[in-house]
């Protein structure tokens, strides 16, 4: 698996965020690119990812995953529905199937893990795997 570490190797970092009730917790996790000398377009980087996930998911689903994507590898922070509703303009019900698609196909995977925000509040944390088809757990 290129680029990945495995599930059991993942280390959990600290991070200067806010959580609100009933929030999950989410980190980004994209395999992590070489670029060497040769010049690569940092939209090059991950559009084998992007136009795999497009012919995996459903319209929502894709939605979804972009509002995800657009975020730093390793970033966490609290998944907000309605800031994912307003930013990608999807119904609350498009939410809730677009997020279990997204669980199902492998993309979100609930870490069995607690984190804490700078509060001290503690969320689920679900890691957002770019490729899950590039994961061993």
């Known amino acids: 698996m290129k680029g990945y570490v ?18 999950k917790a989410f980190r980004i996790r994209k395999a992590r690119q070489k670029i060497n000398d040769n010049d690569v377009r940092v939209s090059d980087i991950f559009r084998e990812d992007i136009l ?16 995800f994507m657009v975020n730093q590898n390793d970033f966490i922070g609290g998944l907000s529905k309605e800031d994912v509703i307003a930013k990608t303009g999807i119904s609350e019900s498009s939410y809730k199937r677009g997020i279990a698609l997204l ?31 590039l994961v061993s757990i």
């Open 6 to 23: 495995s599930m059991s190797e993942l280390k959990l970092t600290q991070s200067n965020f806010s959580l609100y009730k009933n929030q």
């Open 52 to 67: 795999l996930a497009s012919k995996n998911l459903t319209d929502t689903a894709f939605k979804i995953y972009m509002y």
């Open 103 to 133: 669980t199902e196909k492998g993309y979100l995977i609930y870490t069995k893990t607690f984190i804490s925000d700078k509060d001290g509040t503690k969320a689920p944390l679900y890691d957002f795997i770019a490729r899950p088809d």
